[in-house]
């Protein structure tokens, strides 16, 4: 029999000796022992010796941050939309655009009462004062402006197009020149990696040390954490009917109530028929049920009697495909009281998902959405590397081969294991340096 120990021994040996070149020209390569650990289910995924592990550089963490100018070019609040950590991310991109620009930043406005129905803001689920402390000597931050702007409503500027640092010089500049205060939300996909590194350290300063959540939500989320289990694994099932409506996906099996909430979230929102469903599907499209995402946590030798505390929003779909093989699932629902929860809001609930989940023993995402991110990300930061993304591609790809029972998870296996040792998806690379073992 091999035990969980041989299985880290080859593993080694395996990867310093040979690259995954080297593996496909031998054929695998792959001996009795290695066969033998892939199916062994008694070895869990964690026991795998990482080789490279993502680490804050020390450029932002160590270094001091460049003195400001003495004088701003002017104001900026950042208008954050979406749900929390999506807000999250566009208001640390914002403090690093102020930075680029030298500008004097506003708090920021949540637009959340599309996505919430609801009229949170950002002092409401983060400590204010702690952030303008932490952030002191990387940028300006005012909680009101001067008496000359009070009365003015903020110049809105389109950033959807500026991506880079000479975008936003060149076009979100001069305005902030000629009106002193103009408000904008940052461009997704930013290239930060352009950014000088007195830009991008405000931003990551912002991100991982200064934000925080307010001391009530903070001791509502520790008394959450008390309250399950240890130790304990923190899953984000991802499969709501709005997620499942956005995906374009079709799902059989699932209840007649499920399916009328999925018609319900989909509005204009075609589902893809016939040989485009089986491509949009095989290229990892659609969201893992509760179901799968039980079966490719056993084939990762995620023992059943592990207890997991399920981080999702409302109304999740076909809980019963998990929690009839995993029977110690734990929910925000079901730990607090009635009254606490239901006077909760979205973005508070969100919170408590976020704390939870980067204090976890190991954290596990069906997606690579904003949460997924920045957990990720501060759990790296925190030395915490217990982290994995499930692979919705590869468990396609191999259904559509075929595979099936122990083949199936043999397979499911190898890849989630190449990916844990190689630490890919671990951080966002802004802040984080690869750092081999």
């Not at 990551?204 to 001791?219: F, G, M, P, S």
Request: charged content about 25%; proline content about 4%; glycine content about 6%.
């Amino acid at each position: 029999m091999v035990t969980a120990a041989v299985c880290r021994r080859n593993d080694k040996r395996r990867w310093s000796r040979r690259s995954d070149g080297d593996r496909r020209r031998n054929g695998g390569g792959v001996n009795n022992e290695e066969k033998e650990c892939a199916v062994d289910v008694r070895t869990d995924i964690w026991s795998l010796r990482r080789i490279v592990e993502w680490r804050p550089c020390n450029w932002w963490l160590e270094d001091k941050p460049a003195a400001l100018p003495a004088k701003t070019n002017g104001y900026i609040r950042v208008d954050c939309y979406g749900g929390l950590n999506q807000m999250r991310r566009d208001f640390c991109d914002g403090v690093g655009i102020a930075r680029l620009l030298n500008a004097t930043l506003v708090l920021p406005k949540f637009e959340v009462a599309a996505y919430w129905n609801e009229s949170s803001g950002f002092a409401d689920v983060f400590d204010v004062d702690y952030f303008i402390q932490e952030i002191d000597g990387f940028i300006q931050v005012v909680k009101e402006l001067p008496a000359e702007l009070t009365t003015k409503e903020p110049f809105q500027v389109d950033c959807r197009k500026r991506k880079g640092h000479f975008d936003y010089i060149e076009t979100v500049l001069p305005p902030l020149l000629q009106h002193r205060y103009i408000s904008f939300t940052p461009q997704m996909s930013q290239r930060r990696d352009r950014y000088p590194h007195y830009a991008k350290a405000s931003l990551c300063q912002a991100c991982y040390k200064a934000l925080r959540l307010t001391k009530a939500l903070e001791k509502k989320s520790d008394e959450l954490f008390q309250a399950i289990p240890k130790p304990f694994l923190a899953l984000h099932l991802r499969f709501e009917p709005d997620m499942v409506a956005y995906s374009q996906c079709q799902y059989s099996g699932l209840s007649a109530e499920s399916l009328k909430a999925i018609d319900a979230a989909r509005g204009e929102r075609k589902p893809w028929t016939g040989e485009a469903a089986h491509i949009w599907r095989k290229r990892g499209k659609c969201p893992l049920t509760p179901r799968e995402t039980a079966f490719i946590l056993h084939s990762l030798g995620i023992p059943k009697s592990t207890n997991i505390y399920l981080a999702a929003g409302d109304g999740l779909m076909g809980i019963e495909g998990l929690t009839s093989i995993y029977s110690n699932v734990y929910t925000k629902s079901a730990l607090l009281r009635d009254e606490d929860f239901k006077a909760m809001h979205g973005n508070t609930k969100a919170a408590l998902d976020y704390h939870v989940s980067i204090n976890s023993d190991s954290y596990i995402a069906t997606y690579f959405g904003n949460m997924d991110k920045m957990v990720a990300a501060m759990r790296a930061f925190r030395g915490m590397y217990k982290t994995l993304f499930l692979n919705r591609k590869a468990f396609s790809e191999l259904t559509f081969q075929g595979l099936k029972g122990k083949q199936l998870k043999r397979e499911l296996w190898r890849v989630h294991r190449d990916e844990f040792v190689m630490g890919r998806g671990s951080a966002l690379p802004d802040c984080f340096c690869e750092f081999k073992l």
